[in-house]
């Protein structure tokens, strides 16, 4: 994709000084006052070369950031000549961690603290969000499904509730809001999910009809992520989904207009990851002691078709050696978080996926921001993100 530049460079330039001193002989001979000509010779002695002094250390100077014409409105700043809102951040940060062609669109003033998903509609309308929140009381966990424009002319959007459901018999130690939100192609269906610290995980996936607002909910043993792959088809990443036979590490699939389930991908590690269809394809990530954290590609058709599990093991699958957690974002490309070696987080990174004469790539990792400013991302349409940060949530055209 096209990304604009916005950073320009000026010269600096450092002087070298090399002081000398000269002496004053001007060959003249002055007469002498007893009328005797003397011969005085005047030759001044030779002044010392002053010390070489060193120009100062050459220094970058800051990128150059168009101005905000007319000037920013009470509450904003401009972020690389974009007035946004500030949400009572640092400003400035923001544009030290973001890379270079990411252009800054609007700042939502709405920090959230659970997973979200972004549903751009078809015909113009502004991009809806996707939001679910936890709150555990006791032992008992409600969630929440809310919904709210994406609007890049207003800060503070105003949520509505979709549904209401919750969890009984967990405090909040001992149950962990899952980390996705999935909603359906058509919008008529949303998915989310939970795990708590019970023998094997156990778990389970709330099932949203977001026009009526009812909630139902299928066990789901250590559901990671989750994803629709049509209108009433949907993949969990994880252990087990209630109706399919396994319950290890793998892809489980349910349709949920026939209410069954089979295990789809099996053999792929002992940990969960991510999944996401894009396009034609599912990506899944996955890990395990021996192989470490890897990335598979499925064909869409092969996976909806199949009627026994796919192994991952047999090498059949497109795989590569990366972090088996990962948003998709436009452009084939996943992001992640890039984390030190005490596992500080970094910044985000995005491998880009890319399909060759029958071969699939995984190109190296490209910095999208850098530092803790921003803790992670979710895409909205192709073209744009929403960078999560501690008070909110950055738009930028990517």
Do not use: K
């Not at 990128?63 to 007035?83: I, Y």
């Not at 603290?113 to 009381?137: D, N, Q």
């Not at 034609?280 to 996955?286: I, M, N, T």
Request: charged share 20%.
């Amino acid at each position: 994709m096209d990304r604009a530049r916005l950073s320009g460079w000026s010269g600096l330039f450092a002087a070298l000084v090399i002081a000398t001193g000269c002496g004053d002989d001007d060959g003249v001979t002055p007469a002498s006052d007893a009328g005797t000509d003397a011969q005085v010779v005047q030759g001044d002695a030779q002044a010392p070369v002053d010390a070489y002094v060193a120009p100062d250390a050459w220094v970058a100077p800051d990128a150059w950031v168009a101005p905000c014409d007319p000037a920013c409105a009470e509450g904003e700043a401009c972020l690389r000549g974009v007035c946004v809102a500030t949400c009572g951040g640092d400003v400035a940060a923001m544009d030290a961690a973001l890379a270079d062609g990411l252009v800054p669109v609007a700042n939502v003033c709405r920090a959230v603290s659970g997973p979200i998903e972004v549903v751009v509609p078809e015909g113009g309308a502004m991009p809806r969000v996707y939001e679910v929140t936890a709150e555990t009381v006791g032992t008992t966990t409600t969630f929440t499904l809310s919904r709210w424009t994406l609007d890049p002319s207003g800060s503070a959007p105003a949520p509505e509730t979709v549904a209401t459901t919750t969890h009984e018999g967990h405090a909040a130690d001992a149950l962990y809001p899952g980390g996705y939100v999935a909603v359906s192609p058509d919008e008529a269906r949303a998915i989310f999910g939970y795990t708590t610290g019970d023998a094997g995980f156990v778990g389970g996936v709330f099932e949203i009809d977001v026009s009526a607002g009812g909630t139902s909910e299928v066990a789901a043993n250590g559901n990671y992520d989750g994803e629709w792959l049509d209108a009433t088809r949907f993949v969990i990443n994880g252990l087990a989904i209630a109706g399919s036979d396994g319950s290890s590490q793998g892809l489980y699939l349910r349709d949920v207009s026939a209410t069954t389930a089979r295990r789809a991908v099996g053999e792929m590690g002992d940990w969960s990851g991510s999944v996401a269809r894009i396009g034609d394809v599912v990506v899944a990530g996955a890990g395990s002691a021996g192989s470490g954290n890897r990335v598979y590609v499925l064909d869409l058709a092969a996976l909806l078709a199949a009627t026994d599990p796919i192994s991952a093991a047999t090498g059949s699958l497109a795989q590569f050696a990366a972090p088996s957690t990962f948003t998709a974002i436009g452009g084939m490309r996943l992001a992640s978080e890039a984390r030190d070696e005490s596992w500080n987080l970094v910044g985000l990174e995005a491998r880009t996926l890319r399909h060759t004469d029958g071969v699939w790539t995984l190109d190296e990792p490209v910095r999208l921001a850098t530092g803790a400013v921003f803790s992670g991302l979710v895409a909205v349409g192709e073209d744009r993100i929403l960078l999560r940060h501690e008070r909110g949530l950055l738009l930028v055209a990517d």
